[in-house]
């Protein structure tokens, strides 16, 4: 009971963090140094990322006319915009795609540490703050999806290999990246939350190949409630980021950054 608890928590924080730009992986390895469930730890390895799974879905049931080509609801114009914009999903997922296949044990076994995350949390914290304050009295250049060029979708997807560092947040290294090359806000987050769904299923694919398909019950239990709970919480997170960025900006998200960082460095320096 204790370990589907645990998943319970787990699935919370995921789904508050993934979509807001503040690193879920790293918010996950933090609170996993208080909370330890008693699988192996390939599983929670596993877990760690195959629970993203929920709170993607959750971008799947709340933009799924939006992003179904097939709807019998658009006209001809929107479905090929709808087929185009998945064009450019598939573009800004290569890089990211490349990068993690080559090196995912690597990551795992040295980056997915305290220190690593605490950095990141940190540098990408200024980062947003510095962003912000010089686009305050810049106009963006793009304001709907469809604007978005396919050179501007790679670039993107190259923010999106950063990400692969625990604590720098995917949507953070993308919404940053969107925002340098003139992206709205509104525009550089719906892509953010687009581009994730064919990049966590992935990641979430490989992680159950590697693991194997040997489950406990228990197993078998955690993997669901984290994911059950992972969504809906998300459903509550992305509605709740959407209509933020409308009136504000993404500085208050780099100071909780820098704030938990510095937190993060303390807390370890002084009690190990």
Request: charged fraction near 15%; proline fraction near 2%; aromatic fraction near 14%.
């Amino acid at each position: 009971m204790l370990d589907i608890l645990i998943a319970v928590i787990l699935g919370i924080v995921e789904g508050i963090t993934e979509w807001l730009p503040i690193s879920s992986t790293g918010h996950m390895i933090l609170v996993e140094q208080f909370l330890h469930m008693s699988t192996s730890h390939e599983f929670n390895s596993m877990f760690r990322v195959v629970i993203q799974l929920g709170a993607i879905m959750a971008v799947v049931v709340l933009y799924f006319n939006k992003l179904n080509p097939f709807s019998k609801r658009k006209s001809a114009k929107q479905k090929r915009n709808t087929i185009n914009l998945w064009c450019k999903i598939v573009v800004a997922c290569l890089p990211a795609a490349v990068i993690g296949l080559l090196f995912d044990d690597i990551l795992d076994k040295y980056l997915y540490n305290y220190v690593v995350v605490a950095l990141m949390l940190i540098i990408y914290g200024i980062f947003f703050i510095l962003i912000e304050k010089k686009n305050e009295h810049t106009r963006p250049q793009v304001t709907k999806l469809t604007e978005l060029t396919y050179q501007m979708a790679l670039i993107i997807g190259g923010f999106q290999v950063l990400a692969l560092i625990p604590g720098t947040s995917r949507s953070g290294a993308t919404i940053l990246g969107a925002l340098l090359i003139g992206t709205s806000r509104y525009v550089a987050t719906e892509f953010t939350f687009y581009l994730a769904i064919p990049v966590m299923f992935g990641a979430s694919i490989l992680k159950v190949i590697k693991f194997g398909f040997h489950y406990t019950t228990i197993e078998v239990v955690i993997l669901l409630v984290g994911c059950l709970v992972a969504f809906f919480v998300s459903v509550f997170a992305i509605k709740f980021l959407m209509g933020y960025i409308k009136k504000h900006d993404f500085k208050a998200f780099g100071y909780y950054r820098i704030v938990l960082g510095v937190l993060v460095l303390l807390y370890f320096l002084i009690f190990g």
